[in-house]
């Protein structure tokens, strides 16, 4: 956390909405641990990575619906049978990223 | 909205240690709580009785600085829990302190660097460590509050500051003691130490020669070594190669 808090206040400080994305489940070889984080402002800026890059391009988009919305979101990415997940990542492993305004 | 945030960012920067409780599925989703060691608390879940177990739940997690994700019923709530970065005392300031300070800062460790020799210990040397102490290390170290978020590495390889520098550390309980000095020197250290009560049960756990077997002779390789082995202990790992790792 302390790597992007300076960032994020950096946002806050400019009058910028924020969302937090968190790692806060994972199955299997993931190539972050629960608890990585990325922050992304409504700009579409971002900093920190919840995985090895695979998926953070979709976070990015679900992080701007959360500002709009202001409601939280459990996005679940992994390797499936089921075809609706069409972000996944290429480690075989699954996780669990809980996206929040802050 | 964010009145939890300014608190959490409040409780990052005092270095504190707590836990941060997030509903992330079923009802109040995004609802927090703030954690301390001693069970009290800030903020709202929701029911008294979830509360009252995710208090009991973060409190034991904060004793293993563990993560996790547990499922009240239908409510899940993510408990995350912060501890203080670990800390890396390094004594001795010589050429391999320099580039360990660094790979210690990267990887969020507070570094304190202690050598008596006030030529060695100079902020020109090492501008960004957050403690410079000139003092000699048996004096320093009783004041410094060694626990297991501390890790020693004495670089000074000179008896006259290796054997009180050790002598003193038998005292403390940190995480990790590295000492630089080949196998000789160890033996050496080891017999001399042992001739001054020092118990065999501590000097078993002081690790040299140094670092994780990588064979680089650089200043810069053998610090990468000594951070190596310090983050295989830090996981309870052997260090070596993934790829020969037994998979988990």
């Known amino acids: ?47 920190g990575s919840v995985s090895g890059g695979c998926v953070e391009g979709a976070v990015i988009d679900q992080a701007r619906a959360v500002l709009k919305s202001g409601k939280p979101q459990l996005l679940n990415y992994g390797i499936s049978d089921d075809m609706a997940w069409d972000v996944g990542l290429a480690c075989g492993g699954s996780i669990q990223v809980f996206v929040e305004k802050i | 909205m964010s009145e939890w945030f300014d ?5 990052c920067a005092a270095k504190k240690v707590f836990a941060l409780a997030t509903v992330v599925r079923g009802e109040n989703l995004g609802a927090k709580l703030i ?14 009785a979830l ?12 004793a293993l600085e563990q993560s996790e994700t547990i499922a009240y019923d239908d409510v899940h709530v993510f408990i995350e829990t912060y501890a203080p970065p670990p800390r890396l005392l390094i004594v001795g300031g010589v050429h391999t302190a320099i580039p360990l300070a660094q790979y210690a800062q ?26 410079l102490i000139v003092e000699w290390p048996d004096d320093v170290i009783p004041r410094l509050q060694i626990d297991q978020s501390t890790y020693v590495v004495v670089l000074t390889h000179d008896p006259k500051f290796d054997l009180p520098t050790l002598k003193a550390l038998a005292t403390t309980q940190p995480r990790y003691i590295g000492a630089m000095g080949s196998r000789e020197t160890r033996r050496q250290h080891m017999a001399e130490l042992r001739a001054q009560g020092v118990s065999d049960e501590f000097l078993k756990t002081v690790y040299g020669p140094v670092g994780l077997d990588l064979g680089g002779r650089s200043p ?19 260090g070596g190669h993934l790829m020969h790792a037994a998979a988990e």
């Open chain 2, 51 to 62: 509360t009252e177990s995710v208090i009991g739940d973060a409190v034991r997690l904060m």
């Open chain 2, 220 to 238: 810069a390789e053998m610090a990468l070594a000594i951070m190596a082995q310090i983050i295989a202990v830090r996981y309870n790992r052997r």
């Open chain 1, 1 to 47: 956390m302390d790597e992007i808090l300076d960032e994020i206040q950096t946002w806050r400080a400019r009058g910028d909405d924020v969302a937090l994305a968190t790692v806060v489940w994972t199955g299997g070889s993931t190539p972050r641990a629960i608890g990585a984080k990325m922050a992304v402002n409504a700009r579409g800026e971002f900093v």
């Open chain 2, 106 to 131: 990267l990887l969020g460790f507070r570094v304190t660097i202690v050598d008596g020799r006030g030529r060695f210990a100079t902020r020109e040397r090492f501008p960004d460590v957050d403690e």
């Open chain 2, 35 to 48: 954690i301390h060691p001693d069970g009290t608390y800030s903020g709202l879940l929701g029911d008294g």
């Open chain 2, 7 to 11: 608190q959490f960012a409040e409780l």
